[in-house]
């Protein structure tokens, strides 16, 4: 009877575990022949499985990330899987505002078209400082995007109809913006959540902007998704995390589905500006839907990146 139980035990906790990690896939198929894609980060987890997914569809897919290792490797693999030669690197360091405007500089001159940029890389909860003495949650995760999509955004207008996807986390909720002190830097997982408010902030203003414009703007969050973002703590955290991310966590394919719906469907552009999560749009807390904060904040970040 105690074997019974413990199997009946099992195979309800198993059921439950799946149930909560389920997730919908990406069902469009359509092609991206002709079109240019950049993406941050899509040297591995959510950015490597989407830039897997566009060249599959034909898109030249061009990854941004400051390891070049790393980077050479994943377009080894990509263009091994998808069959599709046109798939390169640039050297990108979003914790460095001189890099940046660099990689733009060179981009600009290199390539002729961007079609879909996806601002996928980002940094977890820790407490850093950048190059330019920014935290180094919010200064990767949205002040390095912010300069990066405006150094390109003619580029983007030019191509349209175009798009900017900026992956984000649900995790935004738990706190909200001070703009006594955008630079907060004391609690890891707050100066984190901030930093993802940002993001949808900034997807928000972007859509504002460049409504008309031929240029579309997402925020998507892809969900608890089990990729390398422990490496950047203690042993200790990576054995523990790696427990909880294996009966938790959705593996970097299905993370990467909401991000691939974005770049593709056509149904999309009727929610230009929006929160997606699980293929579908979503729900954002009242206080992460004020215009008047998402302007302040474009504002304020372009003083700060020397856009002003």
């Known amino acids: 009877m105690y ?5 009946i035990t099992s195979l309800v906790c198993f059921l439950i575990l799946k149930w909560m990690k389920r997730r919908r896939y990406c069902t469009d198929v359509k092609r991206l022949d002709g079109k240019t894609v ?37 377009v080894r693999e990509i263009k091994a899987r998808s069959h599709n030669v046109n798939v390169l690197y640039m050297e990108l360091d979003l914790a460095n505002m001189r890099s940046i405007r660099e990689f733009c500089t060179t981009f600009l001159q290199k390539e ?8 996928n890389a980002g940094i977890p909860s820790v407490l850093d400082w950048t190059d330019d003495n920014f935290s180094m949650c919010f200064g990767v995760n949205h002040l390095g995007h912010f300069l990066l999509t405006n150094l390109l ?34 609690l890891p997982f707050f100066t984190y959540c901030r930093s993802k408010l940002a993001n949808i902030y900034f997807i928000q203003e972007l859509a504002r902007m460049t409504d008309g414009k031929g240029v579309t703007a997402y925020a998507v969050h892809p969900g608890y998704v089990h990729s390398n973002w422990t490496c950047h703590f203690s042993i200790l955290f990576r054995i523990v995390m790696q427990v909880i991310m ?44 004020d215009p008047g904060v998402a302007k302040k904040l474009w504002e304020a970040s372009e003083r700060l990146v020397k856009l002003a």
């Open 112 to 119: 002729k078209r961007l079609d879909i940029l996806i601002n």
């Open 38 to 74: 950049l993406i941050t980060g899509g040297n591995s987890g959510i950015g490597k499985e989407t830039a897997m997914a566009l060249a599959i569809r034909g898109a030249r897919v061009i990854i941004a990330c400051r390891d070049v290792v790393k980077a050479q490797k994943a």
């Open 153 to 186: 955004l003619g580029r983007l207008k030019e191509s349209a109809p175009s798009r900017v996807i900026t992956l984000t986390c649900d995790n935004y909720k738990y706190q909200k913006l001070d703009f006594q002190d955008l630079n907060y830097n004391l």
């Open 246 to 289: 294996f009966m938790f966590f959705v593996p970097c394919e299905l993370g990467a589905q909401t991000v691939i719906y974005c770049a593709v469907s056509d149904t999309v552009t009727d929610h230009n500006g929006g929160y997606f999560a699980d293929c579908r749009p979503g729900r954002l807390r009242p206080f992460a839907k």
């Open 3 to 7: 074997i019974l139980y413990t199997v």
